[in-house]
Protein backbone atom coordinates (compact mmCIF):
# COMPACT_ATOMS: atom_id res chain seq x y z
CA UNK A 1 0.00 0.00 0.00
CA UNK A 2 2.86 2.46 -0.14
CA UNK A 3 6.05 2.86 -2.24
CA UNK A 4 9.19 3.41 -2.17
CA UNK A 5 8.89 7.35 -2.31
CA UNK A 6 7.39 8.03 0.56
CA UNK A 7 4.23 5.68 2.55
CA UNK A 8 1.02 7.06 1.87
CA UNK A 9 -1.79 4.83 3.10
CA UNK A 10 -7.16 4.42 6.56
CA UNK A 11 -10.72 4.01 9.06
CA UNK A 12 -11.92 7.18 10.17
CA UNK A 13 -14.74 5.94 12.32
CA UNK A 14 -13.00 2.77 14.80
CA UNK A 15 -13.59 4.33 18.42
CA UNK A 16 -10.67 4.03 20.34
CA UNK A 17 -10.96 3.46 23.99
CA UNK A 18 -9.61 0.31 26.04
CA UNK A 19 -9.87 -3.11 25.26
CA UNK A 20 -12.07 -5.12 26.69
CA UNK A 21 -11.11 -5.97 30.16
CA UNK A 22 -8.28 -3.53 29.98
CA UNK A 23 -5.98 -5.86 27.80
CA UNK A 24 -2.58 -5.20 27.17
CA UNK A 25 -2.38 -4.77 23.01
CA UNK A 26 1.30 -6.17 21.43
CA UNK A 27 1.46 -4.64 17.82
CA UNK A 28 3.37 -6.68 15.66
CA UNK A 29 2.38 -4.23 12.30
CA UNK A 30 2.88 -1.09 12.14
CA UNK A 31 4.20 1.19 9.20
CA UNK A 32 6.33 3.99 10.35
CA UNK A 33 6.97 6.20 7.22
CA UNK A 34 9.36 8.84 6.48
CA UNK A 35 8.38 12.29 4.81
CA UNK A 36 10.45 11.91 1.43
CA UNK A 37 13.32 9.98 0.73
CA UNK A 38 15.47 13.51 1.29
CA UNK A 39 14.99 12.06 5.19
CA UNK A 40 17.47 9.30 4.34
CA UNK A 41 20.34 11.34 2.88
CA UNK A 42 22.35 12.16 6.36
CA UNK A 43 22.25 8.11 6.77
CA UNK A 44 23.31 7.48 3.38
CA UNK A 45 26.82 6.53 2.23
CA UNK A 46 28.92 7.89 -0.57
CA UNK A 47 28.15 7.61 -3.50
CA UNK A 48 24.26 7.31 -2.81
CA UNK A 49 24.24 10.54 -0.84
CA UNK A 50 24.91 12.57 -3.93
CA UNK A 51 23.21 10.87 -6.36
CA UNK A 52 20.12 10.83 -4.55
CA UNK A 53 20.63 14.01 -3.50
CA UNK A 54 20.60 15.54 -6.84
CA UNK A 55 17.22 13.48 -7.20
CA UNK A 56 18.78 10.91 -9.46
CA UNK A 57 16.44 8.41 -8.30
CA UNK A 58 12.82 9.06 -7.19
CA UNK A 59 11.78 5.46 -5.75
CA UNK A 60 9.48 3.14 -7.57
CA UNK A 61 5.77 3.77 -6.89
CA UNK A 62 3.22 0.72 -7.72
CA UNK A 63 1.62 0.48 -10.96
CA UNK A 64 -2.02 1.26 -9.74
CA UNK A 65 -4.54 3.99 -8.14
CA UNK A 66 -5.96 3.80 -5.02
CA UNK A 67 -9.70 4.22 -4.80
CA UNK A 68 -10.20 4.19 -1.07
CA UNK A 69 -10.64 7.30 0.92
CA UNK A 70 -6.79 8.13 1.87
CA UNK A 71 -5.11 6.29 -0.67
CA UNK A 72 -3.71 3.25 1.00
CA UNK A 73 -3.21 5.27 4.41
CA UNK A 74 -6.40 5.75 6.63
CA UNK A 75 -7.93 9.52 5.43
CA UNK A 76 -7.56 10.55 9.66
CA UNK A 77 -3.80 9.64 9.68
CA UNK A 78 -2.45 12.71 7.16
CA UNK A 79 -0.52 14.94 9.94
CA UNK A 80 -0.90 18.66 9.22
CA UNK A 81 2.62 18.87 7.82
CA UNK A 82 1.32 17.55 4.58
CA UNK A 83 3.99 14.26 5.60
CA UNK A 84 2.25 11.11 4.52
CA UNK A 85 0.30 8.50 6.96
CA UNK A 86 2.76 6.97 9.61
CA UNK A 87 5.65 10.14 9.49
CA UNK A 88 4.15 11.88 12.55
CA UNK A 89 5.17 10.69 15.77
CA UNK A 90 2.77 12.38 17.91
CA UNK A 91 0.20 11.73 15.78
CA UNK A 92 1.12 7.67 15.92
CA UNK A 93 1.16 8.20 20.08
CA UNK A 94 -2.53 10.01 19.75
CA UNK A 95 -4.18 7.49 16.93
CA UNK A 96 -2.79 4.62 18.52
CA UNK A 97 -0.63 3.85 20.77
CA UNK A 98 -1.88 6.05 23.66
CA UNK A 99 -5.60 5.75 22.44
CA UNK A 100 -5.49 2.13 23.37
CA UNK A 101 -3.76 -0.28 25.84
CA UNK A 102 -0.41 -0.88 23.95
CA UNK A 103 2.48 -1.94 25.68
CA UNK A 104 4.37 -2.62 22.52
CA UNK A 105 4.53 -1.82 18.63
CA UNK A 106 6.63 -3.69 15.85
CA UNK A 107 7.68 -1.26 13.08
CA UNK A 108 7.68 -2.82 10.14
CA UNK A 109 8.24 0.19 7.52
CA UNK A 110 7.06 0.19 4.02
CA UNK A 111 10.48 0.95 2.44
CA UNK A 112 11.35 -2.29 0.95
CA UNK A 113 14.36 -2.14 -1.16
CA UNK A 114 13.14 -5.60 -2.65
CA UNK A 115 10.95 -4.30 -5.40
CA UNK A 116 14.03 -2.93 -7.03
CA UNK A 117 14.64 -6.47 -7.79
CA UNK A 118 17.64 -7.02 -9.15
CA UNK A 119 18.72 -3.78 -10.52
CA UNK A 120 21.32 -1.68 -9.02
CA UNK A 121 21.50 -4.01 -6.10
CA UNK A 122 23.91 -1.95 -4.51
CA UNK A 123 21.87 1.17 -4.00
CA UNK A 124 19.32 -1.20 -2.81
CA UNK A 125 21.72 -2.48 -0.18
CA UNK A 126 22.59 1.16 0.66
CA UNK A 127 19.36 2.30 0.59
CA UNK A 128 18.01 -0.59 3.53
CA UNK A 129 21.39 0.57 5.18
CA UNK A 130 20.29 4.26 5.22
CA UNK A 131 16.96 3.00 6.69
CA UNK A 132 17.74 1.53 9.19
CA UNK A 133 19.97 3.89 10.71
CA UNK A 134 16.89 6.50 9.88
CA UNK A 135 14.99 4.28 12.25
CA UNK A 136 16.71 3.32 15.08
CA UNK A 137 17.32 7.41 15.03
CA UNK A 138 13.81 8.67 14.21
CA UNK A 139 12.33 6.10 15.49
CA UNK A 140 13.68 3.51 18.27
CA UNK A 141 15.53 5.98 20.11
CA UNK A 142 12.56 8.02 21.05
CA UNK A 143 9.69 5.26 22.57
CA UNK A 144 11.13 1.77 23.82
CA UNK A 145 7.67 0.66 23.01
CA UNK A 146 9.44 0.29 19.22
CA UNK A 147 10.73 -2.40 18.78
CA UNK A 148 12.33 -2.81 15.00
CA UNK A 149 12.65 -4.37 11.96
CA UNK A 150 16.07 -5.22 10.06
CA UNK A 151 15.32 -4.21 6.07
CA UNK A 152 17.59 -5.68 3.58
CA UNK A 153 17.65 -5.78 0.24
CA UNK A 154 17.93 -10.22 0.25
CA UNK A 155 18.09 -10.04 -3.63
CA UNK A 156 21.95 -9.49 -2.06
CA UNK A 157 21.81 -11.74 0.45
CA UNK A 158 25.48 -11.38 1.58
CA UNK A 159 24.88 -7.92 1.79
CA UNK A 160 21.67 -9.07 3.82
CA UNK A 161 23.39 -11.09 6.20
CA UNK A 162 26.11 -8.47 6.47
CA UNK A 163 24.13 -5.83 7.40
CA UNK A 164 21.62 -7.89 9.87
CA UNK A 165 25.09 -8.31 11.61
CA UNK A 166 26.13 -4.71 11.75
CA UNK A 167 22.62 -3.95 13.56
CA UNK A 168 20.84 -7.11 14.51
CA UNK A 169 22.53 -7.02 18.09
CA UNK A 170 20.59 -3.35 18.79
CA UNK A 171 18.15 -4.18 22.01
CA UNK A 172 15.34 -2.92 20.34
CA UNK A 173 15.69 -4.95 16.89
CA UNK A 174 13.81 -7.72 16.78
CA UNK A 175 13.19 -9.58 13.50
CA UNK A 176 14.58 -9.13 9.60
CA UNK A 177 11.81 -8.07 7.19
CA UNK A 178 11.40 -9.89 4.17
CA UNK A 179 8.77 -8.25 2.15
CA UNK A 180 7.20 -10.45 -0.46
CA UNK A 181 7.09 -9.99 -4.38
CA UNK A 182 7.51 -13.05 -6.40
CA UNK A 183 10.29 -13.91 -4.35
CA UNK A 184 10.62 -17.24 -2.67
CA UNK A 185 11.94 -17.30 0.58
CA UNK A 186 12.60 -20.80 1.07
CA UNK A 187 15.36 -21.14 -1.79
CA UNK A 188 19.10 -21.81 -0.53
CA UNK A 189 20.28 -18.51 -2.33
CA UNK A 190 18.55 -16.81 1.04
CA UNK A 191 20.47 -18.77 3.74
CA UNK A 192 22.68 -16.30 4.54
CA UNK A 193 20.14 -14.04 5.62
CA UNK A 194 18.79 -17.01 7.65
CA UNK A 195 22.33 -17.72 9.48
CA UNK A 196 22.74 -14.34 9.98
CA UNK A 197 18.96 -14.26 11.59
CA UNK A 198 19.92 -17.10 13.60
CA UNK A 199 23.35 -15.54 14.85
CA UNK A 200 21.61 -12.72 16.10
CA UNK A 201 18.62 -14.16 17.48
CA UNK A 202 16.13 -12.27 15.58
CA UNK A 203 13.12 -13.87 13.92
CA UNK A 204 11.99 -13.39 10.43
CA UNK A 205 8.77 -11.40 9.10
CA UNK A 206 7.18 -12.06 5.75
CA UNK A 207 5.10 -8.64 4.86
CA UNK A 208 3.40 -7.92 1.59
CA UNK A 209 5.00 -4.99 -0.72
CA UNK A 210 3.58 -3.12 -3.89
CA UNK A 211 4.72 -5.62 -5.80
CA UNK A 212 3.57 -9.06 -4.35
CA UNK A 213 1.64 -11.34 -6.95
CA UNK A 214 -0.93 -14.09 -6.98
CA UNK A 215 -0.27 -17.52 -8.48
CA UNK A 216 -1.50 -16.10 -11.76
CA UNK A 217 0.09 -12.51 -11.60
CA UNK A 218 -0.80 -9.35 -10.04
CA UNK A 219 -4.30 -8.94 -10.93
CA UNK A 220 -6.27 -6.47 -13.23
CA UNK A 221 -7.34 -4.35 -9.94
CA UNK A 222 -6.02 -2.90 -6.46
CA UNK A 223 -8.31 -4.93 -4.94
CA UNK A 224 -8.07 -7.59 -6.67
CA UNK A 225 -3.93 -8.22 -5.87
CA UNK A 226 -5.13 -7.14 -2.27
CA UNK A 227 -7.50 -10.45 -2.27
CA UNK A 228 -4.45 -12.22 -3.91
CA UNK A 229 -2.22 -11.55 -1.01
CA UNK A 230 -2.58 -14.93 1.09
CA UNK A 231 -1.62 -16.43 -1.49
CA UNK A 232 2.33 -15.52 -1.83
CA UNK A 233 2.08 -15.93 2.17
CA UNK A 234 0.97 -19.58 1.41
CA UNK A 235 3.49 -19.96 -0.80
CA UNK A 236 6.23 -18.65 1.33
CA UNK A 237 5.09 -21.22 3.73
CA UNK A 238 5.44 -23.92 1.22
CA UNK A 239 8.92 -22.96 0.18
CA UNK A 240 10.55 -22.63 3.93
CA UNK A 241 9.21 -26.13 4.39
CA UNK A 242 10.18 -27.86 1.34
CA UNK A 243 13.26 -26.31 1.27
CA UNK A 244 14.28 -27.61 4.86
CA UNK A 245 14.43 -23.89 6.57
CA UNK A 246 12.81 -25.20 9.17
CA UNK A 247 15.31 -28.12 9.67
CA UNK A 248 18.46 -26.56 8.74
CA UNK A 249 17.81 -23.44 11.08
CA UNK A 250 16.05 -24.77 14.22
CA UNK A 251 16.15 -21.75 16.09
CA UNK A 252 14.19 -19.36 13.35
CA UNK A 253 10.50 -18.44 13.81
CA UNK A 254 8.08 -16.66 11.36
CA UNK A 255 6.05 -13.66 11.46
CA UNK A 256 3.86 -13.25 8.38
CA UNK A 257 2.40 -10.33 8.39
CA UNK A 258 -1.02 -9.06 6.28
CA UNK A 259 -1.22 -12.69 5.08
CA UNK A 260 -4.22 -14.00 6.27
CA UNK A 261 -4.79 -17.30 8.90
CA UNK A 262 -8.33 -19.12 8.31
CA UNK A 263 -6.53 -20.54 4.93
CA UNK A 264 -4.14 -22.74 7.35
CA UNK A 265 -6.69 -25.80 7.67
CA UNK A 266 -6.45 -26.04 3.93
CA UNK A 267 -2.50 -25.71 3.34
CA UNK A 268 -1.73 -27.67 6.27
CA UNK A 269 -3.19 -30.78 5.50
CA UNK A 270 -2.42 -30.37 1.73
CA UNK A 271 1.17 -30.40 2.95
CA UNK A 272 0.87 -33.62 5.15
CA UNK A 273 -0.93 -35.48 2.19
CA UNK A 274 1.70 -34.86 0.11
CA UNK A 275 4.54 -35.43 1.83
CA UNK A 276 3.14 -39.15 2.82
CA UNK A 277 3.39 -39.61 -0.87
CA UNK A 278 6.40 -37.82 -2.02
CA UNK A 279 8.70 -37.12 1.14
CA UNK A 280 11.41 -39.02 -0.55
CA UNK A 281 12.54 -35.78 -3.04
CA UNK A 282 12.84 -33.22 0.32
CA UNK A 283 14.27 -36.22 2.97
CA UNK A 284 15.81 -33.13 5.12
CA UNK A 285 12.63 -32.27 6.08
CA UNK A 286 12.27 -34.47 9.16
CA UNK A 287 8.76 -34.44 10.32
CA UNK A 288 4.96 -33.91 8.88
CA UNK A 289 4.62 -30.97 7.60
CA UNK A 290 1.90 -29.53 9.97
CA UNK A 291 4.07 -30.35 13.04
CA UNK A 292 6.25 -27.40 12.27
CA UNK A 293 3.36 -25.04 12.22
CA UNK A 294 0.85 -26.59 14.82
CA UNK A 295 3.40 -28.32 17.33
CA UNK A 296 7.00 -26.35 16.76
CA UNK A 297 5.01 -22.85 16.30
CA UNK A 298 7.83 -21.84 13.37
CA UNK A 299 5.89 -19.44 12.30
CA UNK A 300 2.80 -16.96 13.94
CA UNK A 301 0.58 -15.07 11.74
CA UNK A 302 -0.74 -11.51 12.67
CA UNK A 303 -4.80 -11.50 12.41
CA UNK A 304 -4.99 -7.72 10.55
CA UNK A 305 -6.68 -8.16 7.92
CA UNK A 306 -9.57 -10.04 10.20
CA UNK A 307 -12.13 -11.08 7.99
CA UNK A 308 -15.24 -10.51 9.01
CA UNK A 309 -16.24 -13.66 10.62
CA UNK A 310 -18.15 -14.68 14.14
CA UNK A 311 -16.87 -15.55 16.81
CA UNK A 312 -18.11 -19.16 16.14
CA UNK A 313 -16.30 -19.45 12.78
CA UNK A 314 -13.46 -18.53 14.38
CA UNK A 315 -13.06 -21.16 16.89
CA UNK A 316 -14.10 -23.57 14.71
CA UNK A 317 -10.74 -22.37 12.03
CA UNK A 318 -8.87 -22.53 15.07
CA UNK A 319 -9.87 -26.09 15.96
CA UNK A 320 -9.22 -27.13 12.61
CA UNK A 321 -6.01 -25.67 12.40
CA UNK A 322 -5.37 -27.89 15.86
CA UNK A 323 -3.68 -24.81 17.88
CA UNK A 324 -4.77 -21.37 19.42
CA UNK A 325 -1.03 -20.51 19.50
CA UNK A 326 -0.48 -18.97 16.26
CA UNK A 327 -2.12 -16.06 15.84
CA UNK A 328 -0.67 -12.35 17.20
CA UNK A 329 -2.62 -9.33 16.82
CA UNK A 330 -1.54 -6.31 14.39
CA UNK A 331 -3.56 -2.64 13.86
CA UNK A 332 -1.28 -2.30 10.54
CA UNK A 333 -1.56 1.49 11.31
CA UNK A 334 -2.02 3.77 9.45
CA UNK A 335 -3.33 1.59 6.26
CA UNK A 336 -6.94 2.41 5.20
CA UNK A 337 -7.31 -1.65 6.76
CA UNK A 338 -6.50 -0.79 9.72
CA UNK A 339 -7.89 -3.39 12.74
CA UNK A 340 -9.00 -1.72 16.25
CA UNK A 341 -7.84 -3.51 19.00
CA UNK A 342 -11.60 -2.88 20.46
CA UNK A 343 -13.55 -3.80 17.60
CA UNK A 344 -11.97 -6.22 15.21
CA UNK A 345 -11.72 -9.25 17.04
CA UNK A 346 -15.29 -11.05 17.58
CA UNK A 347 -16.48 -9.98 20.83
CA UNK A 348 -17.35 -12.80 21.69
CA UNK A 349 -13.94 -14.87 21.72
CA UNK A 350 -13.01 -15.89 24.88
CA UNK A 351 -11.38 -13.61 27.12
CA UNK A 352 -8.00 -15.61 27.56
CA UNK A 353 -7.86 -16.40 23.92
CA UNK A 354 -8.46 -12.51 23.16
CA UNK A 355 -5.82 -12.24 25.63
CA UNK A 356 -3.10 -14.42 24.20
CA UNK A 357 -4.23 -13.14 20.81
CA UNK A 358 -3.76 -9.54 21.59
CA UNK A 359 -0.70 -9.67 23.98
CA UNK A 360 0.96 -12.81 25.36
CA UNK A 361 1.49 -15.08 21.96
CA UNK A 362 3.42 -12.18 20.84
CA UNK A 363 5.44 -11.30 24.27
CA UNK A 364 6.47 -14.63 24.01
CA UNK A 365 7.37 -14.95 20.55
CA UNK A 366 9.58 -12.05 20.43
CA UNK A 367 10.86 -12.24 23.90
CA UNK A 368 10.73 -8.81 24.76
CA UNK B 1 2.23 -71.74 9.57
CA UNK B 2 5.52 -71.45 7.19
CA UNK B 3 4.48 -71.06 3.57
CA UNK B 4 6.74 -71.39 0.75
CA UNK B 5 7.42 -69.05 -1.40
CA UNK B 6 9.85 -69.63 -3.81
CA UNK B 7 13.44 -70.84 -4.70
CA UNK B 8 15.88 -68.62 -3.41
CA UNK B 9 17.76 -68.73 -7.08
CA UNK B 10 14.10 -68.11 -8.57
CA UNK B 11 13.79 -64.83 -6.51
CA UNK B 12 16.43 -62.15 -7.09
CA UNK B 13 16.49 -58.61 -5.39
CA UNK B 14 14.35 -55.87 -6.60
CA UNK B 15 10.96 -58.63 -6.79
CA UNK B 16 8.34 -58.69 -4.71
CA UNK B 17 6.28 -61.96 -5.17
CA UNK B 18 2.78 -62.78 -3.57
CA UNK B 19 2.10 -65.52 -0.81
CA UNK B 20 -0.45 -67.88 -2.41
CA UNK B 21 -2.82 -70.04 -0.47
CA UNK B 22 -1.96 -68.22 2.83
CA UNK B 23 -4.91 -67.08 5.40
CA UNK B 24 -3.61 -63.17 5.19
CA UNK B 25 -2.27 -61.49 2.00
CA UNK B 26 1.45 -61.26 2.09
CA UNK B 27 3.82 -59.97 -0.18
CA UNK B 28 7.73 -60.90 0.19
CA UNK B 29 10.51 -58.51 -1.04
CA UNK B 30 13.83 -59.56 -1.79
CA UNK B 31 15.92 -56.28 -0.94
CA UNK B 32 19.27 -55.06 -2.90
CA UNK B 33 21.50 -57.24 -0.72
CA UNK B 34 19.39 -60.63 -1.31
CA UNK B 35 17.99 -60.69 2.08
CA UNK B 36 14.03 -61.52 1.98
CA UNK B 37 11.38 -59.74 3.81
CA UNK B 38 7.63 -60.11 4.58
CA UNK B 39 4.89 -57.47 4.96
CA UNK B 40 0.98 -57.56 5.04
CA UNK B 41 0.15 -57.05 0.86
CA UNK B 42 -2.28 -54.44 1.44
CA UNK B 43 -1.20 -50.69 2.14
CA UNK B 44 -2.81 -48.89 5.18
CA UNK B 45 -3.68 -45.76 3.17
CA UNK B 46 -6.35 -46.78 0.47
CA UNK B 47 -6.01 -50.33 0.34
CA UNK B 48 -3.28 -50.68 -2.82
CA UNK B 49 -1.58 -53.98 -3.66
CA UNK B 50 2.05 -53.52 -2.47
CA UNK B 51 2.92 -56.69 -4.61
CA UNK B 52 3.13 -53.75 -7.46
CA UNK B 53 4.86 -51.47 -5.55
CA UNK B 54 8.47 -50.60 -6.22
CA UNK B 55 11.69 -52.43 -4.02
CA UNK B 56 13.60 -49.34 -3.56
CA UNK B 57 15.91 -47.91 -0.79
CA UNK B 58 15.26 -44.59 1.44
CA UNK B 59 16.47 -41.02 0.32
CA UNK B 60 18.10 -39.41 3.32
CA UNK B 61 19.57 -36.05 3.76
CA UNK B 62 20.62 -33.18 6.21
CA UNK B 63 21.13 -30.75 3.08
CA UNK B 64 18.83 -28.90 1.33
CA UNK B 65 19.44 -29.96 -1.93
CA UNK B 66 21.51 -33.03 -1.20
CA UNK B 67 20.33 -36.93 -1.91
CA UNK B 68 21.97 -39.90 0.00
CA UNK B 69 21.02 -43.26 -0.56
CA UNK B 70 20.90 -45.35 2.76
CA UNK B 71 22.20 -48.62 2.14
CA UNK B 72 20.44 -50.34 5.35
CA UNK B 73 17.00 -49.01 4.65
CA UNK B 74 15.22 -50.67 1.67
CA UNK B 75 11.50 -49.84 1.51
CA UNK B 76 8.26 -50.96 -0.20
CA UNK B 77 7.24 -48.01 -2.27
CA UNK B 78 3.29 -47.99 -3.20
CA UNK B 79 1.98 -48.26 -6.56
CA UNK B 80 -0.69 -46.05 -5.62
CA UNK B 81 0.40 -42.45 -3.74
CA UNK B 82 4.02 -44.21 -3.01
CA UNK B 83 4.22 -44.42 0.45
CA UNK B 84 7.33 -45.86 1.62
CA UNK B 85 6.91 -48.71 3.98
CA UNK B 86 10.72 -49.76 5.91
CA UNK B 87 10.92 -53.44 5.14
CA UNK B 88 12.49 -54.43 8.29
CA UNK B 89 9.68 -52.48 10.50
CA UNK B 90 7.00 -51.77 8.44
CA UNK B 91 6.48 -48.50 9.37
CA UNK B 92 5.66 -45.87 6.76
CA UNK B 93 8.53 -43.26 6.50
CA UNK B 94 6.52 -40.74 5.82
CA UNK B 95 3.99 -40.83 8.63
CA UNK B 96 4.97 -43.03 12.05
CA UNK B 97 1.51 -43.72 12.22
CA UNK B 98 1.12 -45.50 9.51
CA UNK B 99 2.82 -49.33 9.35
CA UNK B 100 2.08 -52.36 7.84
CA UNK B 101 2.55 -55.44 9.36
CA UNK B 102 5.87 -58.01 8.88
CA UNK B 103 6.23 -61.58 8.91
CA UNK B 104 9.44 -63.61 9.23
CA UNK B 105 11.45 -65.21 6.17
CA UNK B 106 13.67 -67.76 6.41
CA UNK B 107 15.70 -70.02 3.75
CA UNK B 108 15.83 -73.69 4.34
CA UNK B 109 17.35 -75.86 1.90
CA UNK B 110 17.44 -72.91 -0.96
CA UNK B 111 13.50 -72.60 -0.30
CA UNK B 112 12.64 -69.47 1.04
CA UNK B 113 9.44 -69.64 3.29
CA UNK B 114 7.30 -67.20 5.25
CA UNK B 115 5.67 -67.58 8.18
CA UNK B 116 1.75 -65.98 8.70
Known amino acids: ?368 | MKHHVAREEDFGPGEVRTVRGASQPVVVICTDKGEFRAVRALCPHQGAELAAGQVTNLTVSDDPGKYFIDPDATVLRCPWHSFDFDVDSGRCASDGKLRVRTYPVSVEDGDVLVEI
Open chain 1, 1 to 368: MSTMTAPSESDASSATGTTPAGLPVYDVDVHEAFKSLDDLLPYLEEPWRTLMGRGSFKGITPPYAKWASGGGGRADAKPADGGPPGSDYDLMCEQLMDAYNIKKVVLTGYFFPVIMEDMQVELASALAQAYNDYQIDQWLNRDERFLGSVHVAPQDPQAAAAEIDRIGEHPQMVQVMLAMTTRAYGDPFYFPIYEAAERRGLRIAFHQSTHVQGACGMGRYYIERHMLIPQATMSQCISLLCNGVFDRFPDLRFMALEGGWTWLPHVLWRMDREYRSLRQEIPWVKKMPSSYFRDDKRMLFATQPTEDITADEWLKTQELIGSDDLLVFATDYPHFDFDSPIRSLPARLPEDLKRKILFDTAHEFYGV
